[in-house]
């Protein structure tokens, strides 16, 4: 049972332009996390997805920032016109319901670089 | 919002040694997780909390649930040089949404051979 999968692992992007990350859940989830980690810093959550519905977006930047986990295909976080202020590592995870059981499972997180 | 401390930030210890950390909030959550990051890796959850008082082992691994749901202690006992990364505590509140956990700044682990 593959586990979380996310891709790029890594991406350089220019200012101005735009980064799609993606995270493919594991098999049988249908919850999807996003989360960014700055270094030396904890994990800070962007965006809770079901299929087709955003739940919680919370964590989310108002501008720029857009996430969506379509019926099928994988989830998608999308940054328009990215800033050096971006670059940061991106974490999806996923769970076969609702986090309140604790038991997400992490992807290996993709690195964006804005230069 | 609510805020994780989470101490110490770092740790170099020989290895065999015995590793204690723990998480600190002003707020109330009603699960706490721990986690450890490897280099370029997501985090892997450790041991998951979900009673106040409650007192989980795995393997070397022992945490805690503070009673008063305002804390969380994670110790390693007989550390070895595979136990090298970070060490997160999250904290989860049902009354906000179930996807929103929040996360400390993290312990790094340095184990000398």
């Known amino acids: 049972n593959a586990g979380v999968m996310q891709n790029p692992r890594h991406l350089v992007r220019r200012r101005g332009q735009e980064a799609r990350l993606r995270c493919s859940p594991m098999k049988g989830h249908s919850h999807v996390y996003w989360y960014r980690q700055l270094p030396e810093e904890g994990l800070k959550f962007m965006v809770y997805?079901?299929?087709?519905?955003?739940?919680?977006e919370s964590g989310m930047p108002k501008e720029r920032f857009s996430a969506e986990f379509p019926k099928e295909g994988p989830s998608i976080l999308r940054i328009q016109q990215v800033v050096r202020g971006d670059s940061a590592a991106y974490f999806c995870?996923?769970?076969?319901?609702?986090?309140?059981?604790?038991?997400?499972?992490f992807g290996q997180g993709t690195r964006l670089t804005v230069v | 919002g609510q805020q994780l401390n989470q101490s110490p930030q770092s740790m170099f210890i020989q290895e065999g040694e015995d590793v204690s950390m723990n998480c600190t909030s002003s707020s109330i959550f009603n699960t706490w997780l721990w986690y450890k990051q490897d280099p370029g890796e997501g985090p892997v959850l450790l041991i998951a909390l979900y009673k106040a008082g409650e007192l989980t082992s795995n393997g070397r691994l022992t945490a805690q649930f503070g009673i008063t749901r305002k804390d969380s202690f994670l110790n390693i006992s007989a550390s070895i040089p595979s136990d090298v990364g970070i060490y997160f505590c999250a904290g989860l509140n049902y009354g906000g949404s179930q996807g929103n956990l929040i996360f400390g700044k993290g312990t790094k682990l340095s184990v000398k051979p």
């Open positions: 997805l079901q299929k087709e519905n955003i739940i919680d």
């Open positions: 995870a996923s769970s076969p319901q609702g986090q309140g059981s604790g038991e997400a499972f």
